[in-house]
């Protein structure tokens, strides 16, 4: 009896947590319009969440490509098919690594930054000065944020998946002797802009509202301790990539599951 009681209490927990999420995501979406009226607010979160990001995004774009490049070659050379090595490279990128990869090092560089950063406006009861005057931080604070996360997300994933499709041509041609026409001209042929690029855009967007959200919320919500912070920019990490991993396995049995 006690089992049960404990195991309906937690379940309880469990569905109003999602609940109390799920009316935060909506006061968000209904905050947007009013960061559009103060766009600027937006573009100084752009900045910060997006162009501070390139740095990581670009290197580790490039380190992938490198690293795909020889993998797919080895494998694909054994069967007399390395002339499709530059098609394999650029639908791998964007259709998956390209949107997962940036969404993860989001979460941990960008997610982490703006939970910490609204945890220590709690934990200092700015929020609270806010509600005082009668400004709404929702509006003010987090849905520039939110929509700048929505924006910087599948700009940072295209470059991603740019700087690494460069790599692999450095390793592919100009290291091991691909021949360059083969690289470039199957791809093209191949590569569908809608199906393939579009919908690694749209994934990247979706996975950039998951990780904004997320990143949002758990700061928001945060006990106004140095601990709370602390453990929120943890939860931030851990949930966003699991929300990332899951969404995007519904995503591509969506989008390409019909050929």
Request: aromatic share 10%.
């Amino acid at each position: 009896m006690i089992v049960a009681t404990s195991v309906g209490a937690r379940t309880l927990g469990v569905f109003r947590a999602f609940g109390h999420a799920a009316f935060f995501f909506v006061d968000l979406v209904r905050a947007i319009p009013s960061s559009l009226r103060r766009f600027g607010l937006v573009v100084a979160q752009i900045h910060a969440i997006g162009n501070l990001s390139l740095v990581i995004i670009l290197s580790s774009g490039l380190a992938v490509g490198f690293v795909l490049a020889l993998q797919m070659y080895y494998a694909l050379v054994a069967y007399g098919a390395a002339e499709s090595l530059g098609l394999i490279v650029n639908l791998a990128l964007v259709r998956e690594l390209g949107p997962v990869v940036t969404a993860l090092l989001f979460a941990g560089r960008a997610g982490t930054s703006l939970t910490a950063e609204i945890g220590l406006m709690k934990a200092g009861e700015q929020l609270a000065a806010m509600e005082m005057m009668a400004i709404d931080p929702k509006s003010r604070v987090l849905a520039p944020r939110f929509l700048a996360g929505m924006i910087s997300m599948p700009i940072l994933a295209v470059l991603f998946s740019a700087i690494g499709i460069l790599g692999a041509y450095v390793v592919a041609v100009l290291l091991i002797g691909v021949d360059a026409g083969n690289f470039w001209s199957i791809m093209q042929s191949k590569v569908d802009v809608w199906r393939d690029v579009g919908n690694g855009v749209v994934k990247s967007a979706v996975f950039g509202v998951i990780c904004t959200f997320v990143a949002l919320y758990q700061g928001y919500e945060t006990d106004a301790t140095p601990e709370g912070v602390a453990y929120a920019t943890t939860r931030t990490v851990v949930m966003a990539s699991l929300g990332v991993l899951g969404s995007d396995f519904v995503l591509t049995a969506l989008m390409f599951s019909t050929p």
